[in-house]
């Protein structure tokens, strides 16, 4: 079935250590982004990408770095220089066609707590 | 001002009645407009996309955009107690190609 895999679902670091998420899909999608939700809180943009090899910094990016050497992958690295990295990450790509409108496909999200 | 404001509730709503959310934003050039719904410890599901003024109808759920006073609404009726979760409006800001600006959301709470 086509969708959008992120692992690990549930993740603890302690402080000061680096942590990868990884995420994937198989809808042929051009778009992808990640994102981060607080409780109570909207989700935020971290990072974003728009084509294979190419992407931009959302609006909360630092401490965090991204790659896009495939299109079906785009993992997401949480350096130690994020001061409060625990929260909720959700992967998300847009369908072809629909890149003008902004709508959005959620992965199942991981969970990163900080020891 | 947040970009997109929604009540955070909980919205208590009872069995077989109408679920009421509203949803501001301040960017009056937005022009696509977004329900997700998320259960608890899920990720966010697309339930509404709405691009143009006056109510789309999808089933229980009917959006409601009004460009000019810049919000945007979501019935549910027949609400049943599958549709207690947190509502998300987004909207597609100006300022960035395709990004989505995400309101707070609305704990609905559907009971028995």
């Known amino acids: 079935d086509g969708g959008i895999t992120q692992s690990p679902k549930y993740l603890f670091r302690k402080e000061g250590q680096n942590v990868t998420l990884s995420c994937e899909q198989n809808l042929n999608h051009d778009a992808m982004y990640w994102y981060r939700q607080d409780p109570g809180q909207g989700l935020r943009l971290i990072y974003y990408?728009?084509?294979?090899?190419?992407?931009q910094k959302g609006d909360i990016a630092e401490g965090y770095s991204v790659s896009r050497e495939k299109k079906e992958s785009f993992p997401l690295t949480v350096t130690s220089a994020q001061k409060n990295p625990t929260a909720f990450y959700l992967c998300?790509?847009?369908?072809?066609?629909?890149?003008?409108?902004?709508?959005?496909?959620f992965g199942e999200g991981s969970r990163l707590t900080v020891l | 001002q947040k970009e997109v404001e929604q009540n955070s509730g909980p919205l208590s709503v009872p069995e077989g009645a109408i679920a009421s959310l509203n949803c501001t934003y301040s960017d009056r050039v937005s022009q696509s407009f977004f329900w997700y719904r998320q259960y608890s410890g899920k990720s966010p599901e697309l339930i509404m996309s709405i691009y143009s003024n006056g109510d789309k109808e999808d089933g229980r759920f009917t959006a409601q955009l009004n460009k000019a006073s810049q919000y945007v609404s979501l019935l549910i009726r027949d609400s049943q107690p599958s549709d207690s979760a947190t509502y998300l409006c987004?909207?597609?800001?100006?300022?960035?190609?395709?990004?989505?600006?995400f309101g707070a959301g609305t704990q609905v709470v559907v009971t028995p």
């Open positions: 990408s728009q084509i294979v090899n190419d992407f």
């Open positions: 998300a790509s847009t369908p072809p066609g629909k890149a003008n409108t902004g709508e959005l496909f």
């Open positions: 987004a909207v597609n800001i100006r300022s960035g190609w395709g990004k989505l600006q």
